[in-house]
């Protein structure tokens, strides 16, 4: 979920036809603060599924525009303080994101992959992560 603050009125609607909310947070100290009321959200969708015996609802932290590790290391711990699974697969800062879209139709397209393979293989890794998450029902 990456939508602009007048659309968090519509979320927990998104959030009750969901399986899974993935929520990025970019590397920053400020961006893990604000995500905080989405998450408080995920919750609340989360307690109201309990509630009424449905699935659960799961979620996950994704850090992406990372431009150094470094970084990452420092905003670990605020992003742990939400108690949301946070995601191993990290998504660097790359051209390709911006361009890839209007350029192949997608990141993960073949001339995309040769274009720049390590976001190829970043959205590969991030995918199987998803998957094993989905399919271990949040368990890891």
């Known amino acids: 979920v990456d939508t602009p603050p007048y659309l968090s009125d519509q979320l927990p609607t998104i959030f009750d036809h969901s399986d899974l909310v993935l929520v990025p947070c970019k590397a920053s100290v400020f961006d893990a603060l604000a995500i905080g009321g989405t998450l408080k959200l995920v919750k609340e969708a989360q307690d109201r599924r309990r509630q009424q015996g449905r699935p659960?609802?799961?979620?996950?932290?994704?850090?992406?525009?990372?431009?150094?590790?470094?970084?990452?290391?420092?905003?670990?711990?605020?992003?742990?303080?939400?108690?949301?699974?946070?995601?191993?697969?990290?998504?660097?800062?790359?051209?390709?994101?911006?361009?890839?879209?209007?350029?192949?139709?997608?990141?993960?397209?073949?001339?995309?992959?040769?274009?720049?393979?390590?976001?190829?293989?970043?959205?590969?890794?991030?995918a199987l992560e998803v998957t094993e998450f989905l399919h271990t029902g949040g368990v890891v």
């Open 56 to 126: 659960p609802l799961l979620a996950a932290i994704v850090i992406n525009m990372v431009r150094n590790n470094k970084f990452v290391g420092e905003i670990l711990d605020t992003l742990e303080a939400h108690q949301t699974h946070i995601l191993r697969t990290k998504i660097k800062t790359r051209v390709i994101y911006e361009r890839g879209p209007l350029l192949y139709g997608s990141v993960v397209t073949e001339k995309a992959r040769l274009d720049d393979p390590k976001a190829y293989e970043e959205m590969v890794e991030l």
